[in-house]
Each structure stands twice: as C-alpha cells, then as structure tokens.
C-alpha cells in the first residue's frame, strides 16, 4: 500500500507532468557509491521546476570502483542516453549534486 502511494505520487503531477518543447530544461544528476540518477525538469507557468522525466540504474561492478567525478559524469552521460531525442537542439542547464 506504502509503494503504491509512492509510485502515485512520483507519477502525478505536481511530480511529474508532460514534457514540453517550448520550455526551458533543466538536467539535474547525482551518483552515489551503487547507482546513479537523473531528472529532466522544466519550468511551469509559474516558474517553478517540474519534472518531465525520471531515470536511474545500478552501477556495473566495474563502474563501483569508480571515483565520484567519473560516477558524476557517468550519470550525466547516462541522462543523454536516456533523453536524447528530448535534448537535442535544446538549451540545456545542468546542476550536478556532488557531495564531498
């Protein structure tokens, strides 16, 4: 019941709404020691941040042994992979979550 609820609340909006070309982009990624992630997010009319898509995976044990720099870069490159066709021709602003 818990994951439902969860589930409910990442696919509705406010959580996520539809993508828009016309609007600005926003790629926010982060990795951790297991996995890595990323957010397309897009300004609504309000100017507020809205997410239009999710992805994330597990880190390959080879990639596990990575420095953080290279996992950071590994999400962003990842992110690419998964929304080419939505970031191609767009203006694009990233924000990495890196912690030290």
Do not use: W
């Not at 297991?34 to 992805?55: K, P």
């Amino acid at each position: 019941m818990a994951f439902d609820a969860v589930k409910q609340h990442l696919t509705t909006k406010p959580a996520l709404d539809i993508y828009r070309l016309d609007r600005p982009h926003v790629l926010q990624t982060d990795a951790s020691n297991y996995q890595i992630g990323a957010v397309l997010m897009q300004v609504d009319d309000e100017g507020e941040l809205y997410s239009a898509m999710y992805a994330s995976r597990k880190l390959f044990p080879s990639e596990v042994r990575y420095a953080i720099p290279e996992k950071e870069a590994l999400s962003v490159f990842g992110a690419f992979r998964n929304s080419t066709n939505i970031c191609l021709d767009q203006s694009l602003r990233f924000k990495l979550t890196a912690q030290r």
